[in-house]
């Protein structure tokens, strides 16, 4: 092991930084722009069972800190998708996850096997997704459980269950992906957010009310990586929301992550991975830190 080393329940990472779903493409088309080999793995964004044309124009705009995006998941659909990216994945410098989505269990199983074909490291089920209309799976402990079965049972590969910060008790969603097979959980997706562009008088997106990602979301995800970690400590965690920094990643690692995801940086700053990586090894270097395990957990209770 490195000193950098840590582990998702089956799955070991060379490092703690994940390329988060959504911002890095297929991972395989952003080869040229992201340097990958400072990361641990990274998510492909979503693909459901056929194509999804997502929604109309505006579909993504600043608002504070952050951004709001309602781009509804456009893809190709799994076939086209394992057909375009599948033969590239093996190349990567990283572990390359894929990311399943559907309107259904069913179609999150289909998914699922379509990505395990593709040759795929693991697969992340998104049960959150803010933007597409109707309940998220996420919102409902059940419904999370029964995607999860589908998806365990379609696929020998890691899962990793990517749940939503709009949930009331993201505790018992957790507990209850967990006991349907999920490796891990993905704290957080974004929280649903809206704007209104005050000259044109016009929602600034087309469907209203869209994901919230950036700095903002950092202390919700936050809460709800130390709320699960402290109710389930043996259920790895990735923390996902507002990551910018070597201080941010170590902050989630604290709260009890395993990993941590970097998502909406990329637009602004697509190489930012290798500044988070030196940040935390200058950090555990000062603090003679051996290992990231060492940090995982690490915060202390007033």
């Known amino acids: 092991m490195t000193a950098l080393d840590t582990e998702l329940g089956p799955v070991r990472l060379t490092s703690p930084l994940i390329a988060a779903s959504g911002t890095v493409g297929s991972v395989v088309d952003f080869a040229n722009v992201i340097d990958f080999s400072v990361y641990g793995a990274a998510v492909a964004k ?19 800190q952050g951004m709001l995006n309602g781009i509804g998941i456009q893809n190709p659909g799994i076939g086209a998708w394992v057909e375009e990216f599948g033969p590239r994945i093996a190349a990567m410098p990283t ?12 179609g999150f199983g289909d998914v ?14 998104n049960l959150s997704c803010p933007n597409l209309g109707g309940k998220l ?58 704007g209104i562009d005050i000259e044109t008088r016009r929602p600034k997106l087309s469907g209203v009310v869209g994901g919230y990602s950036g700095a903002a979301l950092k202390p919700i995800a936050m809460r709800c990586v ?15 929301g507002g990551i910018r920094s070597g201080a941010d990643a170590i902050e989630y690692l604290l709260a009890g992550a395993s990993a941590v995801a970097v998502g ?11 500044r988070i990586i030196g940040d935390i090894e200058r950090f555990m270097k000062v603090e003679d830190v051996a290992m990231v395990g060492e940090l995982i957990g690490g915060a202390v209770e007033w």
């Open 264 to 274: 909406t940086e990329h637009f602004a700053t697509p190489r930012i991975g290798r």
């Open 226 to 240: 130390w709320e699960v970690a402290q109710a389930l400590p043996e259920l790895p965690i990735v923390g996902c």
């Open 112 to 125: 699922a096997r379509g990505l395990s074909a593709a040759g795929v490291d693991a697969v992340e089920v």
């Open 95 to 106: 572990q390359v996850w894929g990311s399943a989505v559907a309107e259904d269990p069913g």
């Open 137 to 194: 799976f996420a919102l409902d402990a059940r419904a999370s459980a029964k995607v999860i079965d589908e998806v365990r049972a379609a696929t020998g590969l890691p899962i990793g269950a990517k749940l939503s910060p709009n949930a009331v008790d993201v505790v018992a969603v957790a507990e209850a992906v967990a006991e349907a097979g999920a490796d891990w959980v993905v704290l957080t997706n974004t929280v649903w957010g809206a």
């Open 46 to 64: 979503s693909v459901s069972p056929e194509p999804w044309s997502g929604k109309t124009a505006p579909r993504m705009a600043p608002a504070g």
